[in-house]
């Protein structure tokens, strides 16, 4: 079982910059950050995924400004946020454990953090 714990979330203004971190226990080859934005609350968006040796994938819509980034040896992950825009605005959620299909989809993923909220104005 692997438990997770996101910190890092708080309000900026539009251009600004937040770090979240997840720490987590146990082992888990895959990450992800997702994000659930205000009015959607039925569905979680991959923001971006990290597996055990580094590789990374974002959505497009962070491409460019959000770095994804692991420490395996401290069972850290965390997600450096830059140009942060209104459209940012959402519950960041810090998820382990993939479970096979597609990794978009936050079902695929077995093991979630509490949430750190992000606000940008």
Not at 28 to 55: H, S
Request: aromatic share 12%; with cysteine.
């Amino acid at each position: 079982h692997v438990q997770l714990v996101e910190s890092g979330g708080g309000s900026v203004q539009t251009g600004g910059s937040l770090r979240l971190a997840c720490v987590y226990s146990g082992r888990t080859y895959y990450m992800a950050w997702f994000r659930q934005i205000p009015g959607n609350e039925r569905e979680r968006e991959t923001v971006a995924t990290i597996d055990i040796l580094g590789e990374t994938a974002y959505a497009d819509s962070v491409k460019g400004r959000f770095t994804i980034s692991r420490d395996n040896a401290n069972n850290m992950v965390w997600q450096q946020m830059n140009s942060l825009k209104p459209e940012d605005t959402g519950m960041y959620y810090c998820a382990g454990g993939y479970k096979g299909g597609s990794y978009l989809a936050p079902s695929a993923w077995t093991y979630w953090g509490q949430g750190t909220q992000v606000t940008v104005s």
